[in-house]
């Protein structure tokens, strides 16, 4: 079972001291490079900013960060030849389609290879090797390269099987994204895991942690209601809006002036123009944020309007809390929501808005 990770500065400390004791305990995600670590790492130390940590590699994996050719951070989970072999041989050649086969023409078990894998990082060695090759698809498209490019960097052979496998971890299929489109899709790394953001030359329509489970949702609803579809570039919204994450993640600055499209309906918007009105710093419940729209009796739908945010970071959903002060539920993960108010914590100290 996973246990709830120390704050950012100790685990940082952790990583500078290169503690052996939180080997196998936590990994730390570097956003300058896109890879992750095991925290004694010999290499040169991050910058604190540019790192976050996760208690598990499938985390890790999944938030779009490859393993360290120096550290081997998928090794570290078992003393399993079998998994330490696979590991290596899926680092030495990241694209390589693998099947079942494979696995046992190495002298191994298929349905071992499965379980385990599966026990120790939350998924089977072939979902591990999938995603992988998804990753560097997707690094081909956003360059400006063609489908069937980003189809054989991504190790498919059949254009119908990376259509699903790509339409299954963004909601849409990569066809979808064309070049004439009205609104562009960039992914980009930041010190929390990666994000895409949508734009048209004007303004910002989406910006959302890559993980977040309604991702694909959003996108299908955008698509709906942009009919020009969606295509891959940086328009200068979200070069924009990149900046001032970057001057934000510093603790510079948490003003935000990228223009925005707002999908939503009346009272929704009225909720996301509530929030952005917290100060950096400051938290609300729910009923305390129906008050001050002057609508105590619409504590639930204010809740949910604050759900159907799809503007992280910039709308500051992240800023409210339930009436216990508890952290309720964020749609980039409650780890996610615990950094960003210790990260504003700076702009109270500070004096800077």
Known sequence: M??????????YEAL????PSWDGRAWVCVAT????????????????????FKPSVTECIEAGFRPCKRCHPLGVLSDDPMITTLTKALEHNPSKRWFESDIARMGF????????????????????????????????????????DAQLEAGFDSPSAFRAAFAKLIGTAPGDFKKDALLQADWFQTPLGPMIAVAD????????????????????????????????GTPAPITQVKEELSTYFKGESAGFKTPL?????????EVWDALRKIPAGEIRSYSALAQDMQRPQSTRAVARANGANSLAIIIPCHRVMGADGSLTGYG??????????????????GGTS
């Not at 500078?16 to 503690?19: E, G, N």
């Open 2 to 11: 996973l246990f709830k990770l120390p704050d950012h500065k100790v685990l």
């Open 16 to 19: 500078t001291k290169r503690d």
């Open 33 to 52: 490079t896109g890879i992750f670590c095991r925290l004694n790492c010999p290499a040169r130390d991050p910058k604190p900013e540019n790192c976050s």
């Open 109 to 148: 078990d298929p349905s071992t290879v499965r379980r385990n894998f599966k026990r120790v990082f939350g998924m089977t060695f072939l979902e591990m090797a999938r995603q992988r090759r998804l990753a560097a698809g997707f690094t081909t498209l956003s360059e400006g390269s063609r489908v069937i």
């Open 201 to 232: 030359n004007r303004h910002l329509h989406l910006l959302e942690f890559s993980d977040r489970k309604a991702l694909p949702t959003e996108l299908k609803r955008l698509m709906k209601d942009c009919p020009g579809g969606i295509g891959f």
């Open 261 to 269: 499209a707002l999908h939503g309906t009346g009272f929704q918007q």
């Open 332 to 349: 980039g993960g409650i780890w996610r929501k615990e950094q960003l108010i210790e990260i504003e914590k700076k702009y109270v100290t």
